[in-house]
């Protein structure tokens, strides 16, 4: 359920959209060697085996604060990453290039994108399992394929995360009035890896005892610009709050 009155799903903004690059990889799973059968019926001595202790789960500590407090587009202010800073989307203010914030909640979400930094923005379709498009007008598949018919031949889904957060602190003066503020992190494919990648390593440091779950709430955000094919865009960096 919503904090608040939402606004529609395909509202546009005044900031451009720009889409980014997303890498996936592939496992597959070892195969264990065969047991080799005895030739004869010799006897052989029996070996002894040692008990060897299982290895210990590693526990997600954010995974318990996954929908705890699901929003929809635009329910919180929304944070987004634009030239090397964390920026507001409603009015464009800059919170600088790092903040502090203590997670509530995060969530799975999904953007049907045209992949055209020229596209009108009211052509995006977001979702909230990647099969409906969050204002139930038509399915992903649906609309995916008219972009795909309609000058968008490069058009995909694109999955994100939104964290929501209590803002900490911020690094730019003239934004230290956001400080205490619920806003809703909206992360992109590359950042959602970035994301994803915090969980797994606090969640062995917690293992090694370098960190309590409460301590790997508080998180230090940084913008960084990096590059992908010859094209600028921002990298989120996340670490333990100090």
Known sequence: MSL???ETANKSTDMPITFEDEDTMDTVAAQPAATAQPATTTAVAERKTTAVSPIQTLVNPLEQYKDVLRVDYNTLEQCIVN???FVLREDNKVLGDVVTFEVQSWQDAWVVSPED??????????SNDGVMCSDNSVTVAEHLNWLRTNGYPKARLKQRVVVVAALLEVSKATAKDKEGCLVQFD???????????????????????KFTQEQVMRVT???????SNGNNYTLSKFAVAK
């Open 187 to 209: 992360l992109s494919p590359a950042n959602r890896t970035q994301w994803l990648r915090y969980a797994a390593n606090t969640a062995f440091q917690i293992k090694m005892g």
């Open 221 to 227: 955000a940084t913008a960084e610009i990096a590059n």
């Open 117 to 126: 930094d020229d596209a009108p923005n009211d052509v995006v379709r977001y």
């Open 4 to 6: 608040l009155k939402t």
């Open 83 to 85: 030239q090397g800073n």
